[in-house]
């Protein structure tokens, strides 16, 4: 199973960017759809999460700002407003089954650079 990010790149503060992950192959079971993100010298953090079908939490640094959505095979981040501190290397992660006898598995993309200059 692969993850391919896109959309990464740099913005103004104030201004948005949206990311997209591709999931490569149809998986029996998803648990989770989230993102998350490393800023220079931090650990990495869980940004946004789904819950369910129609739910969602995010870290407070985010909340209002960021919003997680599916499509099919596509979990998006929209990032609105943003700062210099989202400034960070992002995630996708998923956690999923992917044959029905199989654990829940934690699948992880490659990550793409959110810059956030003036």
Do not use: H
């Not at 029996?28 to 953090?45: C, L, T, V």
């Amino acid at each position: 199973v692969q993850l391919v990010e896109s959309g990464g790149g740099l913005a103004q503060p104030g201004e948005s960017l949206r990311l997209s992950c591709i999931i490569t192959r149809n998986l029996f079971a998803i648990n989770s759809m989230a993102w998350y993100r490393q800023g220079p010298g931090k650990k990495r953090e869980m940004v946004a999460q789904t819950i369910g079908r129609n739910m969602a939490i995010y870290s407070d640094s985010v909340k209002g700002r960021f919003t997680i959505s599916t499509t099919g095979n596509t979990v998006n981040l929209q990032m609105n407003l943003l700062k210099s501190e989202d400034t960070a290397v992002y995630y996708c992660n998923i956690k999923a089954r992917p044959i029905s006898a199989s654990p829940i598995m934690d699948y992880w993309g490659q990550g793409t650079q959110v810059t956030v200059s003036p």
